[in-house]
């Protein structure tokens, strides 16, 4: 259980200045005895603390650094510090120790190093309370009471050189007790030495965090919005690390790294893609996928539904190019089928498009809708002359005998069968819905090239494949691992491929084929398959076991509050999840809608993010090659609301905002009242141009003046919690009364200056204008009149005249342009 932390003392901090028959009056005598501690014991049980988690100052998780550190050695297995930053304190503290002596350096030179070492620690964001969104970064971290006594009973004289805060100074030469509370934490458990030793921070770190349940929590950062049913999102493997998204009705966007995305889509055939406003509509454009050496031969291949003269429907494999004149736009003219199929429903479209690391193309098809492969004798996914419900592999660069647009791989498995089509690789599978090649182990390669597929289920089962050359996948004799046509099922030549995974209809119905991540920011997620559930919005994770071969299921959820407190995440997705995706760096996305039709603008492409543990600083850095745009670039505005956002009522009280002026007092034109006439306003002749002039003239500098003040008057942002910079503990603020806009001197105590005083805040409400001056030459202090023709009589006003007696007394300042 943590201890109760001390009472700030503040009352004997009042005593040190005043005397002790001044500060003991009527008010304040009942304070004393046992009413004070009622009053310390409500305060802390009112109190309500931060909680922690790793958390680095940079405002990301933690990270296992990739070298030996020489310094901060018990942060090496895992903390905030690579081998640069801890060479970088190592460098601070032998500065101090070179200023304060061999004596003092026997006393103090491993409590220093202790401290300072904190900044490598995983919970350094707790300890400098850099977690909470309103106070300042602290100076010091957060000591334990009896350590840091101990520490300034032995080193009070080095603390000068670990801050500049006054606060801090003034305390530690003044009262020790007064110092050790202003530094302490809250909450004992997360305070130096103290954190050490608690085993539920240190028992799993740097793990992915899971819940009592067991399952894993990640975070998401949103990166896209307002697209239409997004199918699919692929990269273009060309080292533009651009993002090519899809929607359902029939266009692609190209969204550039910077997160913005072109204005001019990349390709637009909503004309002749087949779909409708229906909810659940599964016709539409379904399928993208880039040649390996799109790079150089700029071609790509897409996988659509078209409508035949009204009534036949068909699926459409075609193959495109790439503009000649536009890197981000396909040329519309370019389109040659390789493939046309007839779909006898609206239904089970398939419309899965990739290249294997053979240089193929695979085509994944749907068994032909309606319910229970109906087609046949034996349905269409069980009868190899057909070419639904297969996994077809062609080679798209070059022309068969019999004049296809494509040729037959030497090595398919049905090739020379009479009864069976050259272009079938795999069967027996019902409506498979996305599929990946995984990327394999960067470091063993292990898995490279296995091809992941979900296949959506019929009536029980939904079910995860490997696909293999020649496999039957079961459908329809098959559902998941229970037979659906026992007659089919019971056929001792069925020799069927088992599903690695399948789950029951109480979990969910359609299942979200996904990826094994081997991207670079999350090593915890390497070698997890994660995919999910269309109906249900449920995300899951499949752990191979490598020696048996077999899988375990890790269900995903999202992070709590606590967990997900990181700029820029959320926890929550839109319940329908229709695509996964990786881009060029293996980093791992989703793509989800709240409202399942192909006209509806609620899609949405979330990134995963895991918050326990990132990659070491460097890593994952990458040049991608330049993007030429030509048109206009669309920035991203996101829409949902981040954990940081949405969080409860922030711990301590938000920083008081500053009005700060936006041009210097002095540099202003004098403020001239405008005439007022107790008659009717006479119009001036068209001849007399001067005094018109003259009056436009008075009413822009007017205008000018009134905009100036508006500005002068504006309140300072909310600056957000990741980028607050270093300033003080919330205590020194609190002891000040200012807020500390200096910045953090150099550890090695530079000579002192006089600082500016800081400015003081005042109330947005408490708008005062601001004072007129008088110009004056430098030399006689005289005020300068410009001649103006035919000036119109002026009234000034009395607060104009009292304005230009103060002016008098008004040192000289250079003559500034205000407006421009």
Sequence with gaps: MAKMPREPDSLSYHRAKCPEDRFLTKRTEWLQGPFRFLIIIIYFSNLKHTSAHPQCLDYQPPFKPPYHLEFCRHYEKFGCCDQKADNSIAMRYWDIMDLIGDEAYAACGDLVKDIMCQECSPYAAHLFDAEDPYTPVRHLPGLCFAYCSEF?????????????????????????????????LADQDYCYPNVLGNNDLYSNLGKVVEDTKGCLQLCLTEVANGLRNPVLMVHSGDDTHRMFVAEQIGFVWVYLKDGSRLEQ????????????????????????AFHP??????????????????????????????????????????????????EPAANHNGGQLLFGLDGYLYIFTGDGGKA?????????????????????????????????????????????????????????????????????????????????????????????????????????????????DMKLCQNSSLDDILPIFAY???????????????????????????????????????????????????????????????????????????????????????????YPSAMSPFGTLYKFMDPSRRAPPGKCKYKPLPV???????????????????????????????????????TRQPTRAKPTTSGPKKKIPAKTTTAKLSQEKLKKTTQANEKQINTSTKTLKKVPPYK???????????????????????????????????????????????????????KTKKEVKKPVKNKPKVTVSKKNQDNRKKSKNIPFTKKKKLFK
């Design 628 to 666: 030429k745009v030509r048109g206009k670039k669309v920035p991203f505005t996101p829409r949902e609301l981040t954990v940081l956002d949405i969080s409860e009522t922030p711990t301590r009280s938000p920083l008081e905002k500053i009005l700060l002026p936006t041009k210097p007092p002095g």
């Design 293 to 342: 050496k799109y790079r150089n031969n700029g071609r790509f291949f897409i996988y659509y539904s078209i409508l035949i003269n009204g009534k036949l429907e068909k699926i459409r494999i075609s193959e495109m190019k790439v503009s000649a004149h536009d890197m981000n736009v396909a040329d519309p003219h370019s389109e040659r089928v390789l493939l046309e199929i007839e």
């Design 724 to 778: 607050k910079s270093l300033l003080q503990t919330k205590k020194d603020k609190q002891a000040t009364g200012k807020s500390s806009l200096n910045p953090k001197l150099p550890i090695k105590g530079a000579p002192e200056k006089k600082k500016p005083k800081p400015l003081k805040p005042t109330k947005p409400k408490a708008v005062t204008k601001p004072k007129v001056w008088l110009q004056k030459t430098q």
């Design 372 to 484: 229970g492969d109906p087609f046949g004798k034996f349905g269409n996914s069980q009868n190899r002359s057909a070419l639904l419900g297969k996994v077809l592999r062609i080679d798209v660069d070059g022309r068969s005998i019999d004049g296809k647009p494509y040729k037959i791989p030497p090595d398919n498995p049905f090739l020379g069968e009479p009864d069976a089509r050259p272009e079938v690789y795999a069967y027996g599978v019902r409506n498979m819905w996305r599929c990946s090649v995984d990327r394999g182990d960067p470091l063993t390669g292990y898995g490279r090239g296995r091809i992941f597929c979900g296949d959506v289920g019929q009536n029980r089962y939904e079910e995860v494949d490997i696909i293999v050359k020649g496999g039957n996948y079961g459908w329809r004799a098959k559902e998941g691992f229970e037979c659906f």
């Design 504 to 594: 029951g209809h109480h979990v969910g119905k359609s299942v979200t084929g996904g990826y094994v991540y081997r991207g670079c920011e999350s090593p915890n997620l390497s070698g997890l398959y994660i995919f999910g559930d269309f109906m249900s919005g449920r995300l899951m994770a499949l752990e191979e076991e490598k020696k048996s071969g077999s899988w375990k299921e890790k269900n995903v959820c999202m992070g709590d509050t606590k967990t997900c407190s990181f700029p820029g995440l959320i926890n929550h997705h839109h319940k329908f999840i229709i695509s996964f995706a990786e881009d060029e760096a293996g980093e791992l996305y989703f793509l989800a809608t709240s």
């Design 265 to 288: 889509p990349f390709l637009d055939i909503s004309g002749e893609v087949l779909t409708t406003q229906w909810l659940g509509d599964e016709r539409g454009f379904l399928g993208l």
């Design 152 to 184: 300034h009973i032995k080193c009070h004289s080095v603390v000068k050189y670990l801050t500049n805060s006054q606060t801090l100074l003034e305390t530690c030469e003044k009262d020790r007790s007064h110092f050790c509370n202003l530094i302490n």
